[in-house]
C-alpha cells in the first residue's frame, strides 16, 4: 500500500504501467474474441467432421447394446466422458449423469445415414446420438475444463510477473526523475551547492546535467550580486563617516541636527538594505539558537527605548522559542520605533505584549496614533512605499522598516499583519511557530 501510494496516479511510471494494461485488455479482448470466431468456422468446418467419425468409431467398440464396463475402458483410455441411458436406467463414465430432460438443443448433424445432436449442459457441450430406446452422450474435455484448478491460474500468474517486471522496469527508467525533483527542491530551499547524481546518457541525464548548470549559474549570480551590495555598502559607509565628522564643526546647530538625522538615515537605509537582501536570498542561513523571547523584549528595550515610555504586558512564564536573537531583536526594535513615530504627543503610549498558544506565539505592537486607511494596509510591507511621501522629513525613514521585519518573521516561518483604525491606532501582529511544533 504504501509503494502504491508512492507511486499515485500522479507518477509517470503509473500512468505508463496503467497505459500498457488498458492496451494489453483491449488487445487481448480484440484477439480472443477474432480467434474464438475463427476457432469456431474452423471448429464446425473441419473439426467436427472428423470428431463425429471419431466418436462413430468409439460406438462400435462399445458393441449393441453399449457395454458398460467397455465404456469405462474406453473413457479412462481416450479421456472422453460417456453417457449411456438405457430408458430403464442412465449410466456414465464420470459417475454423475445428466437429465435428459435439461439439455439445451444446439444444431442437428447428419454422419453416415445417423443424426446427432448437439446439446448443451452446464455449460458443456455434448455430441447425443439416439438409437431405438438407447441414447448415447459423448463429451471430449475442451482446454477449459483442462485449465480449471491450479492450471488455470498458470496464465494469470505469468501476467502478473510480467506486469510487475514492466513495472518495475519502468520505475527504473524513470527514476531520475525523483532525483530532479529532490535536486530542484534543494535548489529551491537554498542548497545551490548540492549536485544531482544522474549517470544516464539519456534525456533525463541531459536534463539532471542542464539543471545543475542552472543551479551553478545562479550560484555565480548571487555571489556576485552579493559582492556588489558589500562593496556597495563598504563605499557609501566611508563617506558617511567623513560627512559625520565634518557635521561636528557646523555651528549652526539646527543645520547640524538636520545633517546627523539625513546621515542616520542613509546609514539605517544601507543596513536595512543589507539584511533584507540577505533574508530574501532562500539559502540565507539563520543561525537559531533557543532564546526566551521575553528576555529578547527586555534586552532591546533596555538598549533603544530605556528613557521611552512603553507599556510592557509580557508573560510571567519564559516563551522559548528557536530563533536568530539578533534578528529577532531587529524586528523588535523596528516595530517599537516605527509605534513611537507615529504616536502624537498626549496619546497614550505604545503597548507591547506576548500571546502564547499551543501552535504559536505572537507578538503584539500597538500604538494610539491617527490610524492608517485601509487601501494602504496591504501595501505597507512592499519595500519603499510610503503612506504619505510628503511626511518623510516629519516621520523619518524610507519605507523598509516594515518590510524587514516581514521578512525576519518568514524566515522564521511566521508572518505579520497589520490591523488599523482611523482615529484610533495600528497593531502589528507577529506570529512565530512554537517550540512544541519541533522548531
Not at 504616536?343 to 494610539?368: C, K, M, Q, Y
Request: proline share 4%; with cysteine; aromatic share 6%.
Amino acid at each position: 500500500m504504501r509503494l502504491w501510494r508512492g507511486y499515485s496516479r500522479y507518477a509517470l511510471s503509473g500512468k505508463l504501467v496503467l497505459l500498457f494494461i488498458g492496451f494489453t485488455l483491449i488487445s487481448m479482448v480484440l484477439v480472443g474474441a477474432s480467434m474464438r470466431y475463427g476457432f469456431r468456422q474452423h471448429f464446425q468446418e473441419n473439426v467436427r467432421p472428423h470428431l463425429v467419425q471419431y466418436l462413430e468409431y468409439v460406438q462400435q467398440d462399445l458393441g449393441f447394446p453399449p457395454s458398460r464396463q467397455r465404456a469405462q475402458d474406453l473413457a479412462d483410455r481416450l479421456n472422453i466422458e460417456i453417457q449411456i441411458n438405457d430408458g430403464s436406467s442412465q449410466w456414465s463414465s464420470s459417475g454423475q449423469t445428466i437429465d435428459l430432460d435439461y439439455l439445451e438443443i444446439g444444431h442437428r448433424y447428419l454422419a453416415n445415414g445417423r443424426e446427432y445432436l448437439r446439446v448443451e449442459s452446464e455449460g458443456r457441450d455434448y455430441l447425443m446420438m439416439r438409437e431405438g430406446d438407447i441414447t448415447l452422450l459423448f463429451n471430449v474435455p475442451d482446454a477449459a475444463q483442462e485449465r480449471k484448478g491450479f492450471k488455470g491460474l498458470v496464465p494469470l500468474i505469468v501476467l502478473l510477473m510480467i506486469l510487475l517486471g514492466l513495472y518495475y522496469a519502468t520505475r527504473r527508467l524513470f527514476s531520475p526523475i525523483s532525483k530532479i525533483q529532490e535536486g530542484v527542491i534543494r535548489f529551491g530551499a537554498g542548497e545551490l551547492d548540492h549536485h544531482i547524481e544522474v549517470h544516464r546518457r539519456d534525456e533525463l541525464g541531459d536534463l539532471a546535467e542542464s539543471v545543475n548548470g542552472m543551479a551553478d549559474d545562479i550560484q555565480k549570480m548571487l555571489d556576485a550580486k552579493r559582492q556588489l551590495l558589500l562593496a556597495i555598502s563598504h563605499e557609501l559607509r566611508t563617506p558617511l563617516t567623513r560627512a559625520r565628522v565634518a557635521t561636528e564643526m557646523i555651528d549652526n546647530a539646527h543645520i547640524k541636527a538636520q545633517l546627523k538625522q539625513d546621515l542616520h538615515e542613509m546609514d539605517t537605509m544601507i543596513e536595512e538594505i543589507m539584511e533584507t537582501e540577505r533574508l530574501s536570498m532562500n539559502h540565507a542561513i539563520l543561525h537559531r539558537e533557543q532564546h526566551d523571547i521575553r528576555q529578547l523584549i527586555n534586552e532591546t528595550v533596555d538598549s533603544y527605548f530605556r528613557d521611552t515610555p512603553l507599556k510592557l504586558s509580557l508573560p510571567d512564564m519564559p516563551l522559548v522559542l528557536s530563533v536568530d536573537a539578533p534578528r529577532i531583536k531587529l524586528m523588535i526594535k523596528n516595530l517599537i520605533d516605527n509605534a513611537l513615530r507615529y504616536t502624537p504627543e498626549g496619546a497614550p503610549v505604545p503597548e507591547v505584549s506576548f500571546e502564547d498558544n499551543a501552535s504559536e506565539v505572537s507578538l503584539v505592537i500597538r500604538d494610539h496614533g491617527r490610524g492608517i486607511e485601509a487601501r494602504h494596509l496591504p501595501h505597507l510591507t512592499e519595500p519603499f512605499y510610503r503612506v504619505d511621501p510628503s511626511r518623510q522629513r516629519e516621520t523619518g525613514g524610507v519605507g523598509l522598516g516594515l518590510y524587514l521585519c516581514r521578512m525576519i518573521a518568514e524566515a522564521h516561518g511566521g508572518s505579520l499583519h497589520i490591523d488599523s483604525t482611523l482615529g484610533q491606532g495600528t497593531t502589528v501582529t507577529i506570529s512565530l511557530p512554537s517550540f512544541r511544533k519541533g522548531l
